[in-house]
């Protein structure tokens, strides 16, 4: 299940990344890629989480037993890992996020001075008329 999130979020990120999508496609895509992260970010600690727990109840069944000990540590070490896994996974889709706004203001922009070139070359050309 993981595995498929993993395909959502890569098609996503492709769709978000190529300029060839229209800015507004490509805003889409990276907040569909938000909701997809979210549910990836829910499914991988579940099952860390489950994975920890198992093998609490392991090491109750016996304390001194250096494996389950052992095994009870990678565990946590695993939840852990997760969670910076996901934090970086975040980092990069709000980093995307902020890049394509600054685009899209860009051309908001040059879209603004186009117009008023236009307007001014208009002008221009009624004033010598």
Avoid: C, H, P
């Avoid at 069944?61 to 250096?66: E, F, P, Q, R, V």
């Amino acid at each position: 299940m993981i595995e498929k999130y993993d395909l959502q979020a890569e098609k996503l990120r492709q769709v978000r990344d190529d300029e060839r999508f229209t800015i507004d496609e490509r805003i889409k895509a990276n907040n569909e890629l938000k909701g997809v992260l979210e549910e990836q970010e829910n499914a991988m600690l579940e099952n860390a989480q489950r994975i920890l727990d198992a093998k609490a109840r392991q090491l109750s069944l016996d304390k001194d037993n250096i494996e389950f000990q052992k095994e009870y540590i990678a565990a946590q070490n695993e939840l852990v890992g997760v969670q910076a896994q996901v934090a970086g996974f975040r980092s990069e889709q709000l980093m995307n996020e902020m890049a394509l706004q600054r685009e899209l203001l860009d051309i908001d922009r040059a879209r603004g001075e186009n117009e008023i070139e236009q307007f001014e070359m208009q002008y221009e050309a009624l004033r010598a008329a």
